[in-house]
């Protein structure tokens, strides 16, 4: 009998009592290309004449399309326990028995490959959300949207604008040198203010995660919450509804083939994965017409919206079917398997904005030969938004590493991902005899607190201070060396000449590419972790030579006119 011990902290191989690590001992496979390639499989599939992205309709609208990434994700998470379990039992003769903590993996256990399981309970003490703070939240909105009315009424002639509608993440909110206790939308903060010189802007803001709500009370811009166009969907929206124009064609569904290297998913896909298909489906049309409604009621003109996933694209969606002008501003890193992006569908005039602004060239040409839905004439190259407050800030300025090894620990919000990356950090820095300082910069989505406290008390950090807000540009500035997974924060580092260091996890193995492209070194244990950062420390680690052209291909120009271009294309 061989144990395999699956949880958040621990995975490992109990093989006639050794214990082994569970990825020395399997091959390595690259989850993310193997889910999008299954994914692209189901997709491709045609059932009595019909594709996965036809079997709901509403109005010739896909709405499969606005739940895809959804499903990618929890796809994801499936597919990569399927990949351990598999490769686990091609290298063992014996019985496999599973010991785990993951709800997936359990399911994985049972539902693929009917083999034992021990679940753990590993529950997390998460904290309340203060309902006095989204009540505040609401009561602000509601001014906001007072003032958008007056504004729009025709009692106003005399000052009257356009309106404008901008769907902005509280995400991108963001503490800026010069004003500690003000918060900045470090994505579109500079567009809006140049907008509302000539529109009436409507800026409906998503709040993401609840738990980042104080960035949002300390944001100065006028917004309403996206909760209360949530709200006023579940009271409204089902009454809006024409059931006459929806198809739904789902019943097909139970036709497709679940098959993925030689193992059916049909229960999987079906208990699991698509199980609410139906239900999301119309979530996501109750948005599409109330964004309909909005454009209508206010006679918006323009839509701008941060990123292109899931709500944002019902924004688009309804913007194109009433013909305004369409907009989108890149949010993160675009890969070949960015389910947001990478799309191929037969209603490509319909899902996409008119105009995306993108980067840099490299993301042009990635969705131009990986779909059908871009194309020169509705891709932007504009470079990143950011980067204006860099070069206007002068953080571009290059400063000479003094005293000991300063440290940014960039975290990331999941717990298979967060947890085996910072042990192996804090593995390191016990082994490490140059000084060091540590700030662990959490991820707005990371509620790991107590995790990060028993491991700096139990391997002894020495000088480690742990931040939720602050000002990124600043902790950069102030890093010698920047640590994460995958997270965007490596790039910036390197936009300010800054070496980073990307922790390799199997499940997340160099994601963002940022290794592959020379922007960051990558280590898969402590002690190759160890090795860099000494080097590093000693200054035995220069960055890498094509930096600048690897800046040119993703971030277009550094010239702090970024802003400036996207209005250009807005107004012109």
């Not at 006639?16 to 690590?21: A, M, N, S, V």
């Not at 008119?354 to 932007?380: A, C, P, R």
């Not at 204006?388 to 003094?402: A, C, E, M, P, T």
């Not at 995790?451 to 931040?467: A, P, T």
């Amino acid at each position: 009998m061989v144990k395999l011990i699956y949880t958040a902290q621990k995975k490992e191989l109990i093989v006639d009592g050794q214990i082994l690590d569970l990825f020395e001992h399997i091959e390595k496979t690259n989850t993310e290309k193997e889910a999008f390639g299954y994914l692209t499989y189901l997709e491709n599939q045609n059932v009595n004449g019909l594709k996965l992205e036809e079997l709901y309709l509403y109005d010739n609208v896909p709405l499969y399309i606005f739940d895809r990434p959804s499903i990618y994700r929890k796809l994801n998470g499936f597919i990569f326990c399927i990949m351990v379990i598999r490769n686990t039992q091609d290298k063992i003769s014996e019985e496999l028995e599973v010991q785990t903590d993951d709800d997936i993996m359990a399911k994985v256990c049972a539902e693929v490959f009917n083999i034992k399981c021990e679940k753990i309970d590993n529950k997390k003490n998460i904290p309340a959300i203060n309902k006095g703070k989204l009540l505040r939240r609401f009561i602000r909105g509601i001014g906001s949207y007072c003032k958008f009315l007056l504004n729009n009424s025709l009692l106003n002639k005399k000052n009257y604008k356009e309106s404008f509608l901008v769907m902005s993440r509280a995400a991108d909110l963001n503490p800026i040198k010069g004003n500690e206790n003000e918060y900045y939308d470090t994505q579109l903060g500079g567009v809006i203010e140049k907008l509302k010189k000539t529109y009436n802007i409507l800026n409906i803001q998503n709040l993401n995660n609840k738990y980042i709500i104080d960035k949002t009370r300390n944001y100065h811009e006028n917004f309403v919450p996206f909760e209360l166009f949530v709200i006023y969907k579940r009271l409204t929206a089902k009454k809006n509804v024409n059931n006459s124009l929806v198809v739904d064609n789902l019943i097909y569904i139970d036709k497709f083939d679940f098959h993925f290297n030689k193992l059916d998913l049909r229960n999987i896909m079906l208990k699991y994965i698509l199980k609410d298909v139906r239900k999301n489906y119309y979530s996501y049309l109750y948005e599409l017409i109330l964004a309909e409604k909005i454009i209508k009621k206010f006679k918006i003109k323009k839509c701008l919206v941060v990123g292109e996933g899931d709500r944002a694209r019902c924004f688009i969606a309804a913007g194109n079917r009433l013909k305004i002008g369409t907009y989108a501003v890149q949010h993160g890193i675009i890969n070949d398997t960015a389910s947001t992006y990478i799309i191929t569908s037969k209603f490509k005039e319909l899902l996409v904005p008119k105009h995306t602004f993108l980067w840099g060239d490299k993301f042009k040409e990635l969705l131009i030969s990986h779909t059908n839905v871009y194309n020169e004439k509705n891709i932007n190259v504009v470079g990143q938004v950011r980067t204006d407050h860099l070069v206007q800030s002068g953080y571009l300025k290059i400063d000479k590493k003094s005293g000991s090894l300063k440290i940014l620990y960039a975290t990331q919000p999941f717990r298979d991902l967060l947890e085996p990356a910072t042990l192996m950090l804090f593995k390191a820095l016990s082994l490490m005899k140059d000084d060091y300082e540590l700030i662990i910069k959490l991820h707005p989505a990371d509620l790991s607190f107590e995790f990060y406290e028993k491991v700096v008390e139990k391997f002894q950090i020495k000088n480690c201070k742990m931040i939720k807000d602050g000002d990124l540009y600043e902790l950069i500035k102030w890093s010698d060396l920047v640590i994460s997974v995958h997270s965007t924060v490596v790039v910036e580092a390197a936009l300010m000449n800054k070496p980073s260091i990307c922790i390799l996890l199997p499940k997340y193995n160099d994601n963002g590419g940022f290794v592959k492209d020379g922007v960051s070194f990558g280590v898969k244990d402590e002690n190759e972790l160890l090795e860099y950062m000494v080097k590093i420390n000693k200054e035995e680690m220069p960055l890498n030579k094509d930096i600048q052209n690897y800046i040119h291909e993703n971030f277009y120009k550094l010239d702090g006119k970024v802003t400036e271009r996207i209005i250009n294309v807005i107004e012109n």
